[in-house]
């Protein structure tokens, strides 16, 4: 049990280091989804920051705070991309050099800028499926030469760092908060801001918000302890951790009010929605808070809340599968096998008799198969209304051929999609 708690006096020595590199990112109300609630809906713009993400405020304070003699002998961290653009850009303006480890399924965009933030100072190397397999690794390189580590989230100088977020959103507020929406990946937001706020605006109600396929402070604070998952999802790259940082459990197991996991599909769904509204470029971690607030609206109505928009590094090649996700999520996608009787015409029959009037057919995959009745085809078909899809089953079922639906099995889904 670690019996460490964030002091305001260290918070603010952490601001006055990052004074000279970070931006003070705006809170902004947004008319949108305040109007769409009905309450007073604020973002913390930080993919607005210097390195697009809160992460340079943890990652810059911890390896200031370092004796310079130490320093140089370089550092080392694992990141699946916020925190490495952090490091980097901080060996950069130290001019330290760093080994920074990510892991393989990080998007070829936060790579690229790990690269052009660190230049000649930083070496990345592209390491394991997820980041505790990176993690595992800079950790024996750190150990081998003997050179500083820096944790993504499970320090007390990375805590103190991403607590600064929260200085900055009480010099702009204009009035009491009473919902803070924050996203959760190893925990070193939600423990820095929770931390601050449970000294300067006690009366606050701090919601942490995880990717349902990352559960890991959710499944830790339920058992009491930190539980370490078998598999993740990965696509909340940001914060997709099998195990939370034990400094932050025990902190956010005192500050949390509520502890929320999120669909991906949702995820995706506020991310669409936050573009095409707002033009705001948010990546799947930093649009978590704001996927959270459907199911947060009831208690919200008429209070001022700040959610936290924590990044905005979003490879715009994964914008198809945001769209699948989604999609699929919100039940406008439905994907099927269909055994087409092998004659002439079968098509244009399942066509007209099956399609709606404005559904349409986004993916078909068929191949005929010799000296068989029946030939399989896999269907995905995108409905105009949502609310059609049991006339879509009924006349499915009323057709003569064959069918397995598949968005329901995901072992299926992922092999056949």
């Not at 911890?62 to 490495?84: T, Y």
């Not at 490091?87 to 690229?112: D, E, H, N, W």
């Not at 190397?125 to 950790?139: P, R």
């Not at 769209?323 to 007209?352: C, D, M, T, W």
């Amino acid at each position: 049990m670690c019996s460490y708690f964030p002091a305001v006096e260290d918070v603010l020595k952490a601001r006055e280091r990052l004074k000279d590199i970070i931006t003070h990112t705006p809170l902004q109300k947004n008319h949108y989804l305040s109007e769409k609630y009905q309450a007073q809906i604020y973002l913390k713009r930080e993919d607005l920051q210097t390195v697009r993400s809160y992460k340079i405020r943890g990652a810059y304070n911890k390896m200031k705070s370092i004796p310079l003699e130490q320093l140089k002998r370089g550092i080392v961290c694992a990141s699946a991309g916020n925190h490495a653009q952090g490091v980097a850009y901080s060996c950069f303006k130290l001019q330290i050099p760093g080994k920074i480890y990510m892991p393989t399924t990080t998007p070829r965009q936060k790579i690229q800028r790990v690269k052009m933030f660190g230049k000649e100072y930083v070496e990345v190397l592209i390491i394991g499926d997820n980041f505790d397999a990176a993690y595992q690794e800079a950790l024996i390189d750190c150990q081998k030469y003997q050179k500083n580590f820096i944790h993504p989230f499970d320090d007390p100088k990375i805590i103190e760092g991403q607590a600064t977020v929260g200085v900055e959103i009480l010099e702009d507020c204009k009035g009491v908060i009473d919902y803070l929406i924050l996203p959760i990946g190893g925990g070193g937001l939600a423990a820095g801001l929770g931390g601050f706020f449970h000294h300067k605006m006690p009366y606050t109600r701090i919601i942490g918000v995880e990717p349902q396929g990352a559960p890991a402070m959710k499944r830790s604070l339920e058992a009491g302890r930190i539980i370490e998952l078998d598999e993740i999802d990965k696509f909340v790259d940001g914060a997709a951790v099998k195990k939370v940082g034990s400094y932050n459990f025990d902190i956010c197991r005192k500050v949390l009010s509520q502890l929320k996991d999120i669909p991906e599909g949702k995820v995706c769904t506020a991310m669409l929605e936050l573009y095409n509204m707002e033009a705001i470029v948010a990546e799947p971690a930093g649009a978590l808070s704001i996927a959270a607030l459907d199911d947060c609206s009831e208690e919200i109505r008429g209070k001022n809340v700040v959610c936290i928009l924590s990044g905005g590094n979003n490879d715009i090649i994964r914008t198809e599968e945001i769209r699948e996700r989604s999609l699929l999520y919100e039940g406008f996608k439905h994907y099927f096998i269909v055994r087409f009787p092998q004659r002439a015409g079968a098509l244009k029959e399942f066509v007209n008799n099956i399609l709606g009037t404005c559904d349409d057919i986004a993916y078909f995959q068929y191949s005929k198969k010799t000296s068989r009745q029946e030939g399989p085809a896999i269907i995905g078909i995108e409905l105009a209304d949502k609310k059609d899809f049991s006339e879509l089953m009924k006349r499915m079922r009323q057709s003569n051929m064959p069918f397995q639906y598949i968005n329901e099995n995901p072992d299926l889904f992922q092999l056949l999609i």
